[in-house]
């Protein structure tokens, strides 16, 4: 079993859609959680980050931890086509020294 | 030049070469990356440097070589690849290793193909 798992995609959703892009983790030990966007041809950018459980919000983004279901996720509301990316999550313990665990990432297609 | 640049950004060669990857940042960062990227699977950890120090070595063969001379310049020094090292190899810094308030800053990778 992977430490963590993401749907590979590709999602497919019309522009102004809300986007839910989802992780599941098996070692509850994690306490930092990360999603970062890569574009095509390009290097993953860090988008939003959180520690432990709750939400954050950033703009139209929304990130959520459920350590009780060893899930998190990622909210996009009022999509749009420059949002079409692939979204990685990372998550790590922490004594980890940096050793952040990826899921595979989810490409992302906003249709206009 | 800003943020972390990487080159080249393709590179194609036989099994028999000898290559070198190069990785520069802008950032004032203490702490390099190399990761590799394949194709529907997570990014792996190849090696990590703080301080010019290797602090991390991820199991990685022997034929992968990494060089940090200084704290903005990175190099991946390759000889006698498998086709199975085909990818996208991304280069990363950020402030410190092991801080979890200093996020990853990466370049736009170099697209390695081993024919």
């Known amino acids: 079993q992977k430490e963590v798992e993401q749907d590979p995609g590709p999602l497919s959703v019309p522009e102004g859609a809300i986007v839910s892009l989802n992780c599941t983790y098996s070692?509850?030990?994690?306490?930092?959680f990360m999603w970062y966007r890569q574009y095509s041809r390009k290097g993953p950018e860090l988008l939003m980050y959180?520690?432990s459980s709750g939400n954050k919000e950033d703009g139209r983004f929304t990130a959520q931890v459920d350590k009780s279901s060893k899930y998190i996720s990622l909210f996009i509301r009022d999509s749009q086509p420059s949002d079409s990316a692939t979204y990685l999550c990372?998550?790590?313990?922490?004594?980890?020294?940096?050793?952040?665990?990826w899921g595979a990432g989810t490409k992302l297609i906003i249709k206009p | 030049e800003t943020g972390v640049t990487q080159t080249p950004r393709h590179l194609v060669m036989g099994m028999t070469n000898k290559k070198s990857l190069k990785c520069e940042q802008h950032?004032?960062?203490?702490?390099m990356y190399w990761y590799k990227q394949s194709a529907k699977k997570p990014l792996e950890l190849m090696f990590v440097?703080?301080?010019?120090?290797?602090?991390e070595n991820n199991s990685v063969p022997s034929r992968f070589s990494p060089e940090c001379p200084n704290s903005s310049h990175l190099f991946l020094h390759l000889h006698t690849l498998q086709p199975e090292d085909s990818a996208l190899y991304l280069c990363?810094?950020?402030?410190?290793?092991?801080?979890?308030?200093?996020?990853?800053?990466f370049g736009n990778g170099t697209r390695l193909t081993v024919t």
């Open positions: 990363a810094s950020s402030q410190a290793s092991g801080d979890y308030n200093s996020p990853l800053h």
């Open positions: 950032l004032g960062h203490n702490a």
């Open positions: 440097y703080s301080l010019e120090e290797r602090v």
């Open positions: 070692n509850s030990a994690f306490q930092y």
């Open positions: 959180t520690y």
């Open positions: 990372a998550m790590s313990r922490i004594d980890s020294n940096y050793q952040l665990i």
